[in-house]
């Protein structure tokens, strides 16, 4: 099984709103991401969760704040976003984590969000 | 701060080879990617590259030279279903970064 699962596909939230993106796989990987991917740009790293602790957060607002419960699953919970948050968002595994050597990523079908 | 630079948009015919070339200017090397979207779809990995040279793939290969922060990645018997963006990563210690991706159209 070498599948990242997304849902939901498709969420469209008002500003007010408190969703959550889901993410799960069972390759047994270490590593799982989160990106954000506007229309005909490249993916933008968002987290990294190494062994189900964050380890890389870019900076992003607190109003993206995710969650590892388990090895195989990555949530990202959503509230008082702005419409320019409006993108898709993947997920993606690997077996070790960024600051290690070779390391295919393998990304989810991505949730496309859309923030009115 | 990175750099990843590759051309916007690339034509080519049916059969032909094209080669997509990526030049990287970044802090740290972990190694190179190059991962294919079609439109709509997420991201699929190609190849990885961390040492100097050439690995093939079927019809991909990519190159590699860490010395001139320059990467190529060679497609060959080009099909109307390479038509997609390919997009170049870098990553160092601490970071995974995309170029900008390079929109390939092959026409018949």
């Known amino acids: 099984d070498t599948e990242v699962t997304q849902t939901p596909k498709h969420l469209v939230m008002g500003m007010t709103n408190k969703k959550s993106l889901k993410c799960e796989q069972h390759?047994?990987?270490?590593?799982m991401y989160w990106y954000k991917q506007k229309a005909k740009k490249p993916p933008e790293l968002m987290f990294v969760?190494?062994?189900?602790?964050?380890?890389i957060n870019e900076s992003v607002p607190s109003r993206f704040s995710p969650e590892c419960p388990n090895s195989s699953l990555l949530n990202l919970h959503l509230h008082a976003l702005q419409p320019e948050d409006s993108a898709l968002y993947l997920c993606a595994s690997s077996q070790s984590s960024l600051r290690t050597d070779y390391y295919e990523q393998y990304f989810g079908p991505g949730t496309r969000l859309t923030v009115t | 701060g990175q750099n990843i630079d590759q051309p916007t948009e690339m034509t080519a015919t049916e059969g032909a080879i094209v080669q997509i070339n990526c030049t990287y200017q970044?802090?740290?090397?972990?190694?190179l990617f190059w991962y294919q979207q079609h439109a709509g779809e997420a991201p699929t990995f190609l190849s990885y590259?961390?040492?100097?040279g050439l690995e093939e793939k079927g019809r991909f290969s990519s190159f590699l030279s860490r010395s001139k922060g320059y990467s190529y990645l060679l497609l060959k018997e080009l099909q109307m279903k390479d038509s997609a963006s390919y997009l170049c990563a870098v990553s160092d210690n601490n970071d995974m970064r995309f170029g900008a991706g390079t929109r390939l159209t092959v026409k018949p």
């Open positions: 390759m047994g990987h270490r590593a």
């Open positions: 590259n961390v040492l100097d």
């Open positions: 969760y190494s062994y189900e602790k964050l380890s």
């Open positions: 970044t802090s740290g090397f972990n190694g």
